[in-house]
């Protein structure tokens, strides 16, 4: 994701200083995908900026089929901007400093350090669920400030961290990687007898903010408590640190400190680590490529820890719209309506999106539990019930705006590594993190968010 410093509040001084950003974007790969309905000209338009999915299929649907359908019934012009996810930050800091950009920003964690600059999206959620019901409290976490009543998101959907492991080696082991204790016991084993080691990320990037926290949560440490109160420095906190330093040395190897969010899965496709925690985007490619490999990779729920079994969501869909957006009403339905036609998103996921609205996709428990796709067809099923082990950051509270900024600023992340190399000792580790973390809160605080 982005540098630790570009996102630390919604202040010029904390944002990019200039919109250089935006002038660049063509090369980064925005506007390669302008879908426009079969008519002259459109009375309206719509803007989207979103990620690259990481099922392609995806991204076909939304941009050739959903969005021109939905642009030809709402006489609106829509374009749609993809780009990699790392990018995502830094672009949505350059549109917060230029108060100008698209009219829909989706992120893959809530960014809840721009409430002052968004809308408050709560008739959506209010719309959607006249339809559907209510929606999931992880939803509802990851996009409302119970301190000022806002929400300053919407999110359509979540994704699932199952484990992924390749059930061969595990198996050669005798070890079934389905608690902490477990992976670091067969981990050890399998790099002992083959070299081979488990990557878990130890650098400033997504899959390593999830990960870390997934371990935490199961220890029983957690950066905040229910009140949204720091609570970072704790016994639960130490052990997790003392055990990722245990893994690090007895079953990893220094590449996981300088890993990118696809390094994993390139790792994984090519059988040079044992494990890994990841959403099905790694099996999916086994699949759509046709990898010998395919069979082998399998999938396990949320590691148990000493306290818990609990995951992190893997991405959390969050679409905002500014409050300078030129066509907020427009923005506004287009959720609403893409809720109407979920079934066809879960579908071109892959069953990579699962629905913040359950009722939007009703036949989705059956599904994973038989993929025609699956090697073997069941192996999908272990995210049917994924609601019962995946939460949000910032659990047991909200993603408050204080989480947010640690999240994007990579102190959870930075301190796990920092005490898994023997760089600092887990105690000063811990302690760095937490003085971090007063700063912080300290900030937000003042601000009148937390």
Known sequence: MSSAKKERGVSRRDMLKTTAALGAAGAAGIGANILIPGRAKAAKKLTILQWNHFVPAYDEWFNKTWIKEWGQKNDT???????NNV????RMAAEASAKKGHDLFMRLDPPAVYEELVIDHKEIYEEVAK??????DLAVKSTYNPKTKKY??????FVPDPVNYNKPMWDAVGVNPDSWDKILDGGR?????TGIPVGIGLSNELDTAMAMRALMYSFGSHEQDANGNLALKSKATLDALKYVKALYQGAMTPEVLSWDPSSNNRAMLAGTISLALNAISITRTAE???LPISKDIQLNKAPKGPKRQIGLEHVMSVYTIWEFAE???GAKKFLVDLMD????????????NFPCFPKTVPNMLEAVKNDKAGLPPTKYQVLGDSLSWATNVGYPGYCTAAISDAYNTWVINVMFAKAATGNMSPEAALDEANEQCKRIWAKWKEKGMI
């Open 131 to 136: 339809k559907w019901g209510k929606p999931i």
């Open 327 to 329: 066509n907020k009403e």
């Open 152 to 157: 300053f998101g919407f999110s359509d959907c």
């Open 341 to 352: 036609n979920y079934q066809a998103a879960f579908d071109a996921s892959a069953f990579y």
């Open 87 to 90: 990018q995502l930050p830094d």
């Open 189 to 193: 084993k399998i790099k002992k007898n």
């Open 77 to 83: 012009e829509v374009m749609v901007d993809n780009i």
């Open 288 to 290: 759509t490529q046709k």
